[in-house]
């Protein structure tokens, strides 16, 4: 397998990314989620700016994609006078949290308020470090990558190492936050960063460096179930929401709108009798919600295989009650988790991943695309 090209990186608002189809605005909504009237505005912007889609991404942000580098300046103003960007580039890079989409009290928007702010007197963090506000009586974002957890109830909270069995009980918000903080910092001054500023929490614990006993003493809550579509969770097919699909729901609701890592926006208090655009996926099973699939080729310049396409042609066969992951590269943008069945673009060709993520080995390798609809049959059938 070739190792995908792992940048470091995750574009901004501030500091997009060039695609091969244009510049990558990605939104981080504050307190990961957006008002109806935001959501409104955003559709606009996508049509105005973009290719008049919103991308749902597993960091629980938005982004537009194909923005020409002329029209940039006048987006990011856009965005600005939406309240949908931080201060500063600084602040928004100290901004990468997700908030669970199951909160019910306020506490986990209390630490979302707080930390970016207080994260600003650490030295710069690694790009990709994040921190995960998981609060309830149940994790739903256990499977969502971060590096320092926020988990438990408002009177029972714990902060996590991510990679760690147990956490730090803290007695609030104000305390979780600086909790957050020593344990960020506890991260740097132990060797976390690498010399090229890059670091993972959880590869940092694997590598040997061992916790302090008090940061690992409280178990976290249980794990809920994995996230689907229904219950006023909408999706769309590969988590791309047409502006006019983005229109509906911000009809739907007079509440925020929550932004998940699933793909899903969650909807309360909602009327969804109006939701009708053939792309909105509103309940488990149906449209393309088993499918998933990158940006691939061409617009991806790390992909030699078209992803979306190639899963859209396989969705009419895949056995009911299957997952299907087509990822133009080993990085396995559009999923983290393993899929019954994950097809993985190399030279043109596909390696298959049987139960398993992008990183597991492959028991097939170099499928052509019209054998493909082979790997739903037999395993000796290919
Ligand atoms: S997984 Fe897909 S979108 Fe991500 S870098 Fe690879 S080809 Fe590009």
Same mark, same amino acid.
């Given at each position: @397998?070739?190792?995908?090209?792992?940048?470091?990186?995750?574009?901004?608002?501030?500091?997009?990314?060039?695609?091969? #189809?244009?510049?990558?605005?990605?939104?981080?909504?504050?307190?990961?989620?957006?008002?109806?009237?935001?959501?409104?505005?955003?559709?606009?912007?996508?049509?105005?700016?973009?290719?008049?889609?919103?991308?749902?991404?597993?960091?629980?942000?938005?982004?537009?994609?194909?923005?020409?580098?002329?029209?940039?300046?006048?987006?990011?103003?856009?965005?600005?006078?939406?309240?949908?960007?931080?201060?500063?580039?600084?602040?928004?890079?100290?901004?990468?949290?997700?908030?669970?989409?199951?909160?019910? #009290?306020?506490?986990?928007?209390?630490?979302?308020?707080?930390?970016?702010? %207080?994260?600003?007197?650490?030295?710069?963090?690694?790009?990709?470090?994040?921190?995960?506000?998981?609060?309830?009586? @149940?994790?739903?974002?256990?499977?969502?990558?971060?590096?320092?957890?926020?988990?438990?109830?408002?009177?029972?909270?714990?902060?996590?190492?991510?990679?760690?069995?147990?956490?730090?009980?803290?007695?609030?918000?104000?305390?979780?936050?600086?909790?957050?903080? #020593?344990?960020?910092?506890?991260?740097?001054?132990?060797?976390?960063?690498?010399?090229?500023?890059?670091?993972? @929490?959880?590869?940092?614990?694997?590598?040997?460096?061992?916790?302090?006993?008090?940061?690992?003493?409280?178990?976290?809550?249980?794990?809920?179930?994995? @996230?689907?579509?229904?219950?006023?969770?909408?999706?769309?097919?590969?988590?791309?929401?047409?502006?006019?699909?983005?229109?509906?729901?911000?009809?739907?609701?007079?509440?925020?709108?929550?932004?998940?890592?699933?793909?899903?926006?969650?909807?309360?208090?909602?009327?969804?009798?109006?939701?009708?655009?053939?792309?909105?996926?509103?309940?488990?099973? %149906?449209?393309?919600?088993?499918?998933?699939?990158?940006?691939?080729?061409?617009?991806?310049?790390?992909?030699?295989?078209?992803?979306?396409?190639?899963?859209?042609?396989?969705?009419?066969?895949?056995?009911?009650?299957?997952?299907?992951?087509?990822?133009?590269?080993?990085?396995?943008?559009?999923?983290?988790?393993?899929?019954?069945? %994950?097809?993985?673009?190399?030279?043109?060709?596909? #390696?298959?991943?049987?139960?398993?993520?992008?990183?597991?080995?492959?028991?097939?390798?170099?499928?052509?695309?019209?054998?493909?609809?082979?790997?739903?049959?037999?395993?000796?059938?290919?």
């Amino acid at each position: @397998m070739v190792d995908p090209i792992i940048q470091g990186w995750c574009p901004g608002s501030y500091r997009p990314m060039m695609a091969g #189809d244009g510049l990558v605005v990605r939104v981080r909504p504050p307190l990961s989620q957006v008002s109806p009237a935001q959501l409104a505005a955003l559709a606009d912007l996508a049509e105005d700016h973009g290719t008049g889609v919103i991308e749902a991404t597993s960091r629980a942000n938005l982004q537009i994609r194909g923005v020409a580098e002329a029209r940039f300046a006048t987006l990011l103003a856009a965005l600005d006078g939406l309240g949908l960007i931080a201060a500063s580039a600084e602040l928004e890079a100290r901004s990468n949290l997700i908030l669970s989409p199951h909160r019910e #009290d306020s506490v986990a928007e209390d630490i979302a308020h707080t930390l970016p702010k %207080t994260l600003m007197d650490l030295p710069p963090l690694p790009a990709k470090f994040g921190f995960v506000i998981d609060t309830g009586a @149940m994790r739903h974002l256990a499977t969502t990558s971060g590096d320092i957890r926020v988990e438990g109830t408002k009177d029972a909270l714990i902060v996590r190492a991510d990679g760690a069995a147990a956490g730090r009980r803290v007695t609030d918000a104000n305390a979780a936050v600086q909790a957050c903080v #020593d344990l960020a910092r506890w991260f740097q001054e132990t060797g976390g960063v690498g010399p090229d500023g890059r670091g993972r @929490m959880r590869r940092h614990l694997a590598a040997g460096a061992v916790l302090p006993p008090a940061w690992a003493n409280i178990p976290p809550p249980p794990t809920a179930a994995q @996230m689907q579509a229904g219950s006023g969770a909408v999706g769309a097919g590969f988590g791309l929401f047409p502006a006019a699909a983005l229109r509906q729901i911000a009809r739907a609701t007079s509440h925020p709108i929550r932004v998940t890592p699933f793909r899903l926006l969650v909807l309360r208090k909602a009327d969804l009798t109006g939701l009708t655009h053939p792309d909105l996926i509103l309940s488990p099973g %149906t449209g393309l919600a088993a499918i998933h699939g990158c940006t691939g080729a061409p617009a991806c310049p790390q992909a030699t295989v078209q992803t979306r396409t190639t899963a859209r042609a396989l969705a009419p066969l895949l056995p009911a009650g299957k997952t299907l992951h087509v990822s133009g590269c080993a990085k396995g943008c559009a999923l983290q988790r393993p899929a019954d069945f %994950t097809l993985v673009g190399r030279d043109g060709r596909f #390696d298959l991943i049987r139960d398993g993520t992008v990183g597991a080995p492959p028991s097939q390798y170099g499928l052509a695309p019209d054998q493909l609809p082979l790997i739903f049959g037999p395993q000796n059938a290919l």
